[in-house]
């Protein structure tokens, strides 16, 4: 999964976690046994990977990709996505008011979220 994140951006995985200094913020896993998930040829590896991981370790699962989260719901495993997130740590008080509106507003305008879903999470931030 790491491989996926690093792609197209880093020489290696391990690049990409020293540029942004999380080595003491990743624990790396590997799914020790292989399943057969519904859709699995529309998944890529790193989904598969994550799903099962998530699946293994009776984990909650933090994943974009539409059929991702098909598959994941449909196997019962909890999900949310990167705009969840940024509620909860506003939620949390890791985020103020204010920076969760801005990073919310990012993934507007990246196109990772659309703006029903921009809307809907404004008004959870009083």
Not at 18 to 42: C, F, M
Not at 60 to 71: M, Q, S, Y
Request: net charge negative; no cysteine.
């Amino acid at each position: 999964m790491l491989d996926e994140v690093a792609e197209g951006q880093f020489a290696t995985p391990h690049a990409y976690v020293q540029h942004y200094d999380i080595v003491d913020l990743i624990e790396i896993q590997t799914v020790s046994r292989s399943e057969q998930l519904p859709e699995a040829t529309r998944l890529h590896l790193g989904e598969a990977q994550a799903i099962q991981l998530a699946r293994e370790l009776a984990l909650p699962l933090l994943i974009e990709e539409t059929v991702g989260r098909r598959v994941a719901r449909g196997l019962g495993t909890p999900i949310s996505g990167i705009a969840g997130q940024i509620l909860k740590a506003f939620r949390q008080g890791s985020l103020t008011a204010q920076e969760a509106r801005n990073k919310l507003l990012e993934l507007l305008q990246a196109g990772r979220i659309n703006r029903k879903i921009y809307e809907a999470l404004l008004a959870a931030i009083p």
